[in-house]
């Protein structure tokens, strides 16, 4: 968890669209070591508590990744990275507005308009709420076939020869470490789940 942060907190104040390929390629990395809630079915507070940040800490990353992937003009794969947060959090409204963008910006624009409507369904069940103005300003900008392209153009630079900072390559062996070890985590957690249960089976 402590690399996971870590990643993070290197892009934590570089808006996406700003993101260098060596922090973007940290963060792809990064996000998937997310295996979805932490200790999920556990209801202690300590643990919703620290199911909650991470979750939040997950989902800012592909907020993140999906900027960089609309100023690089990788709209498919951001709408790949707005599909999983879609899977924590339905009403997560900023995001709803990203995935009206890149289906209009891949010439998609009635899965545009329909992404509206799965917003607005959202903040209904979910919050009781309708769609803010900058969703609708969008909405209706897509409807008349007006929304602009991105104004922003990235800075191509050559990096083929570049090696990356040693704290970005020492995170990355981090994480290569670290998935290992959630993995083997995973592993012992089922093992002591069998256990308990066929303890529970014996004193029946």
């Given at each position: ?26 963060l792809i990395e990064t996000v998937q070591l997310y295996q979805g809630p932490l200790l999920e079915g556990w209801y ?161």
């Amino acid at each position: 968890m402590a690399v996971f942060e870590q990643a993070y907190n290197l892009a934590q104040k570089i808006p996406g669209q700003q993101l260098d390929s060596s922090i973007a390629q940290l963060l792809i990395e990064t996000v998937q070591l997310y295996q979805g809630p932490l200790l999920e079915g556990w209801y202690q507070d300590w643990c919703l508590l620290e199911r909650e940040r991470l979750q939040n800490i997950y989902l800012a990353m592909l907020d993140k990744l999906m900027s960089y992937c609309e100023v690089h003009h990788d709209y498919e794969t951001g709408l790949l990275y707005g599909m999983r947060i879609m899977c924590y959090d339905r009403a997560r409204e900023r995001t709803h507005r990203r995935m009206m963008r890149l289906y209009y910006l891949i010439g998609d624009r009635a899965e545009a308009l329909r992404q509206y409507e799965r917003c607005a369904a959202a903040l209904e069940e979910e919050l009781g709420i309708s769609p803010s103005k900058n969703t609708i300003a969008i909405y209706r900008q897509i409807q008349a076939d007006q929304l602009d392209e991105p104004a922003f153009t990235p800075v191509e630079v050559d990096t083929s020869h570049e090696i990356p900072p040693p704290p970005i390559m020492e995170i990355l062996n981090h994480l290569s470490h670290l998935q290992r070890s959630l993995a083997d985590l995973q592993n012992e957690v089922q093992q002591s789940i069998q256990m308990v249960h066929m303890s529970l089976h014996e004193k029946q």
